[in-house]
């Protein structure tokens, strides 16, 4: 079993739709949560960390439940530029980031 | 400011052949990462830096992959000799230490494609 796990989609969705994303992680000892965006044929970049009180930046919004080991990702109002892999991270301090397989999503016109 | 260098961007080798990627983290970036990412998946760690030690080699199959920083800045990573499963996106990051241990945020450079025949 992989220490995190996403559904890889993909995810069509019109302009303009809210659309959420989960994955669920395995190691009870992770202390950071992030969500990292990764368009096609370039690397990740950071999106947004995950607070254990949730937290909003824009139309993204991200929740973490520490009791059921599983992040969330919202996306409202949909843009075409959404369009991309949302890879979720999760961090044991002193380790390297370990990261999910990701979730494509296609925002369609 | 600018990012994390790697080259090449691509490489395009024979099965048994040696090849090489070189990173150049942000300036100023303690720890250095590698990582190998296939299609499909998301990035896998092969080894971490801090400065010029090697703190974190454990998923670096040693036997024909090896690794360098030894001024503590930028990195080599060989591998020798090449298999047909090594054909992936081999990225290179780096990050700083923050106050808050675990919100280190990564810079990701462009990666380089390797595709072994």
């Known amino acids: 079993r992989k220490e995190v796990e996403q559904d890889p989609g993909p995810f069509n969705v019109p302009e303009g739709a809210t659309v959420a994303f989960n994955c669920t992680y395995s190691n009870s000892a992770s202390q950071s949560f992030f969500w990292y965006r990764q368009d096609c044929r370039k690397e990740p970049k950071l999106l947004m960390s995950v607070y254990s009180s949730g937290n909003e930046d824009g139309r993204f919004t991200a929740q973490l439940n520490r009791a059921s080991q599983y992040i969330s990702l919202l996306i409202r109002d949909s843009k075409l530029s959404d369009s991309a892999t949302y890879l979720c991270?999760?961090?044991?301090?002193?380790?390297?980031?370990?990261f999910g397989s990701g979730t494509r999503l296609q925002v369609q016109p | 400011e600018a990012g994390v260098v790697q080259s090449p961007r691509y490489k395009i080798i024979e099965k048994k052949q040696p090849v090489a990627f070189w990173c150049n983290p942000i300036?100023?970036?303690?720890?250095l990462y590698w990582y190998l990412q296939n299609l499909g998946q998301g990035p896998e760690l092969l080894i971490r830096y801090e400065n010029e030690e090697a703190v974190d080699d454990s998923q670096l199959p040693k036997d024909r992959f090896s690794a360098e920083r030894l001024k503590g800045v930028d990195s080599t990573l060989k591998i020798q000799p090449a298999e047909l499963g090594d054909s992936a996106v081999y990225l290179c990051?780096?990050?700083?230490?923050?106050?808050?241990?675990?919100?280190?945020?990564?810079?990701f450079g462009p990666g380089t494609r390797l595709l072994v025949l």
């Open positions: 991270v999760v961090n044991v301090h002193g380790r390297a980031l370990t």
């Open positions: 300036s100023g970036h303690n720890t």
């Open positions: 990051a780096s990050s700083s230490p923050e106050k808050l241990a675990g919100q280190e945020t990564q810079y």
